[in-house]
Nanobody, 123 residues
Framework: QVQLVESGGGLVQAGGSLRLSCSAS????????MGWYRQAPGLQRELVAS?????????????YTADSVKGRFTISRDNAKNTVYLQMNSLKPEDTAVYYC???????????WGQGTQVTVSS
């Protein structure tokens, strides 16, 4: 089992920045990738960014960033702290959502979810 604990959400004005953190504990040796989804009211959950952290594919470091946030959001990792970060710059009101950290074991589905953290961007 793996536990994910998120932090860093909050309220910010448009154009501002926030950094989300997601710390993993437990059987982290099994993890292949971690990242972030977000879900705004009335919309489906969407993938924001992900990063490979090794595990099954041993392809640590490869990242993905959704087109809607490319150039503004950056995902990174600190293996020593078992933590993944999402640096969010130039935030827009449409970035307002609950952001969920996730982790998978490379088997084609999400294995673990964080509790979610609210990000609200005011205009």
């Amino acid at each position: 089992q793996v536990q994910l604990v998120e932090s860093g959400g909050g309220l910010v004005q448009a154009g501002g920045s926030l950094r989300l953190s997601c710390s993993a504990s437990g059987s982290i040796f099994s993890l292949n990738a971690m990242g972030w989804y977000r879900q705004a009211p009335g919309l489906q959950r969407e993938l924001v960014a992900s990063i490979n952290i090794g595990g099954i594919t041993n392809s640590g470091g490869t990242t993905y960033t959704a087109d809607s946030v490319k150039g503004r959001f950056t995902i990174s990792r600190d293996n020593a702290k078992n933590t993944v970060y999402l640096q969010m710059n130039s935030l827009k009101p449409e970035d307002t959502a609950v952001y969920y950290c996730y982790a998978d074991e490379g088997l084609g589905y999400i294995d673990y979810w964080g509790q979610g953290t609210q990000v609200t961007v005011s205009s």
